[in-house]
């Protein structure tokens, strides 16, 4: 298993730089075909009989071309002279079906965390976590602020034996096998007994596909799971944190689990999600 093709998210915020940047050394390491996907904020429109909207709409849609023209630009020059093979979309951010349905022809989709302070990064109604419950392909979320590493050479995998983990540890096998070192650190946000992968197991499968991983057992933990393992995942010296994202049924929604949640809210690092 390898990423050959792969989609960045890219806005008009003012981490869309970085995470353009991240992207095309992933791709380039992995000689993947790299696709630009450009999503712009959708206009909120408040319905007032006094104003006329034609001109005001005119202008945003004005404005948001140059915007996007420039992002392209810049996309598709940078890829050329990085000697990456690579292709560009642009949606609304209202457009989600037709983002996840472009995103699912992608082996990796690089997103970036929500920055509270960049209204350009919030496209409201949960995006990210719709993104990552509906893709049904892995989604790699770059943190806002930070350093981002050049590879990742030092891998924690969050492992409570569940579907999702033993998912998203499957879809990090590119990453894995190429880390210097892999830490499996257990960790039950709720348990499900069904599906319940031994440790032992975990070490055997990795060890098929030649990744060395040691396996860290947590007990007594006095703090929120998302704390302890992103303060784990610090201490360890994670470049990367492996995860499942894990969603609920809330009446006829899908929503996040708790500790998905917050880990995508105070990650420090990059994080690699499946669902």
């Known amino acids: 298993m390898s990423y050959k093709s792969m989609t960045v998210c890219l806005d008009n915020s003012a981490g869309s730089s970085r995470r353009l940047d991240f992207a095309l050394t992933l791709a380039a390491q992995h000689g993947a075909h790299l696709t630009g996907m450009h999503i712009t904020n959708a206009p909120v429109i408040f319905y007032d ?3 006329e909207w034609a ?12 915007k996007q023209d420039q992002a392209k630009e810049s996309f598709c020059s940078r890829a050329k002279k990085d000697g990456v093979n ?17 995103a699912r022809a992608s082996d990796l989709t690089i997103i970036g965390q929500r920055d509270p302070a960049d209204v350009e990064t919030d496209f409201g109604n949960g995006f990210s976590e719709n993104f990552v419950l509906h893709l049904g392909r892995p989604v790699l979320f770059l943190p806002h602020i930070g350093y981002l590493p050049k590879s990742f050479e030092n891998i924690v995998i969050a492992w409570d034996g569940g579907r999702e983990a033993a998912r998203a540890m499957a879809d990090a ?9 892999v830490t499996v650190v257990t ?9 319940d992968l031994p440790d032992i197991d975990i070490a055997a499968y990795l060890a098929k596909h030649d990744v060395k991983v040691e396996i860290e057992r947590s007990e007594g933990i006095d703090m929120a799971p998302a704390e302890w393992l992103l303060s784990r995942a610090e201490f360890i010296g994670a470049d990367l944190l492996v995860m499942g994202a894990y969603g609920h049924h809330r009446f006829t929604e899908l929503v996040l689990g708790g500790m998905t949640r917050s880990v995508l809210r105070q990650m420090i690092l990059p994080v690699l999600m499946s669902h």
């Not at 001109?55 to 140059?66: C, D, G, L, T, Y």
């Not at 960790?187 to 599906?195: F, G, L, Q, S």
């Open 49 to 51: 009989p006094y104003v």
């Open 55 to 66: 001109p005001i709409m005119a202008e945003w849609e004005a404005a948001s071309q140059k």
């Open 86 to 102: 690579f292709d560009w979309v642009s949606y609304r951010s209202s457009d989600m079906q037709q983002v996840i349905a472009q």
């Open 173 to 181: 096998l590119p990453f894995l096998k190429l880390a210097q070192q």
């Open 187 to 195: 960790i039950y946000e709720t348990v499900d007994a069904e599906n």
